[in-house]
T-cell receptor, first 113, second 115 residues
Framework: GDSVTQMEGPVTLSEEAFLTINCTYT??????LFWYVQYPGEGLQLLLK?????DKGSNKGFEATYRKETTSFHLEKGSVQVSDSAVYFC????????????FGTGTRLTIIP | DSGVTQTPKHLITATGQRVTLRCSPR?????VYWYQQSLDQGLQFLIQ???????AKGNILERFSAQQFPDLHSELNLSSLELGDSALYFC??????????????FGQGTRLTVV
C-alpha cells in the first residue's frame, strides 16, 4: 500500500537558518503530495501541495518540488523564524487531495531565537 | 479557523465505556474524514463519508463506527474503550471526491483519554 517516510525529528535550528525536511513516498499511480503543519493545540493546516511531477508547491516561504524520479517531496525554507516552530507532516492522496490522506510520522521543528 | 467544528474538545472516560465524537463540516462540504493521531501509530485514516454514504474505510477497529447524517454532520462512535484508544481524533471535510484544486480542512480535534 501507499506509504510516506519522513525525516525523523526533532529538528532544532537557529532563527534565519536554512531548513530541509526530507520526505519520500511509495505509491501506485500518480499521487498528489502535501505538506501539512500542526501548531501547538491546533488542527492540521495545509501548507503546500503539488499534484503532478515537477510541480513546485510554495507558501509562506516554504517550497517543495514533486520529484517522481526520486519519489521525493522535500520541504525547504531559506530562513526560518521562531513562528515556524510546529510539527510538519508529509502526506499523499490518490486524487487531487479529496481522498484519504496517508501521512508520514511528522517532524517536530523548534526554532531558537 | 478552518470552519470544521469538533465537539467535545476533551473527553476523559473509563475503560469499557462508549463515547460519541461529533463533527460539523465546513459549509458546502459533502465529504467527511476521520483520523486518529496517537503517539505509537501516528496519524491514521479511519473512515470517509460522502453525502451520507461510506466511501472509504481505513484502519478502523470493529469497536468503532461512524455515520454521516442528512445535515452532513458526522459522528464517530467508540465503544468498549481500551487504554490504547487514547488519542487525538481529527475530523476533516472537503467539497467532494475527485475535485481538482481543493483541499481537506481539519478541525482542532477531540482529545480522548481513557483511564
Amino acid at each position: 500500500g501507499d506509504s510516506v517516510t519522513q525525516m525523523e525529528g526533532p529538528v532544532t535550528l537557529s532563527e534565519e537558518a536554512f531548513l530541509t525536511i526530507n520526505c519520500t513516498y511509495t505509491a501506485t499511480g500518480y499521487p498528489s503530495l502535501f505538506w501539512y503543519v500542526q501548531y501547538p493545540g491546533e488542527g492540521l493546516q495545509l501548507l503546500l501541495k503539488a499534484t503532478k511531477a515537477d510541480d513546485k508547491g510554495s507558501n509562506k516561504g516554504f517550497e517543495a518540488t514533486y520529484r517522481k524520479e526520486t519519489t521525493s517531496f522535500h520541504l525547504e525554507k531559506g530562513s526560518v523564524q521562531v513562528s515556524d516552530s510546529a510539527v510538519y507532516f508529509c502526506a499523499l492522496s490518490d486524487h487531487f487531495g479529496n481522498e484519504k490522506l496517508t501521512f508520514g510520522t511528522g517532524t517536530r521543528l523548534t526554532i531558537i531565537p | 479557523d478552518s470552519g470544521v467544528t469538533q465537539t467535545p474538545k476533551h473527553l476523559i472516560t473509563a475503560t469499557g465505556q462508549r463515547v460519541t465524537l461529533r463533527c460539523s463540516p465546513r459549509s458546502g462540504d459533502l465529504s467527511v474524514y476521520w483520523y486518529q493521531q496517537s503517539l505509537d501509530q501516528g496519524l491514521q485514516f479511519l473512515i470517509q463519508y460522502y453525502n451520507g454514504e461510506e466511501r472509504a474505510k481505513g484502519n478502523i477497529l470493529e469497536r468503532f463506527s461512524a455515520q454521516q447524517f442528512p445535515d452532513l454532520h458526522s459522528e464517530l462512535n467508540l465503544s468498549s474503550l481500551e487504554l490504547g484508544d487514547s488519542a487525538l481524533y481529527f475530523c476533516a471535510s472537503s467539497v467532494a471526491p475527485g475535485t481538482q484544486n481543493t483541499e481537506a480542512f481539519f478541525g482542532q480535534g477531540t482529545r480522548l483519554t481513557v483511564v
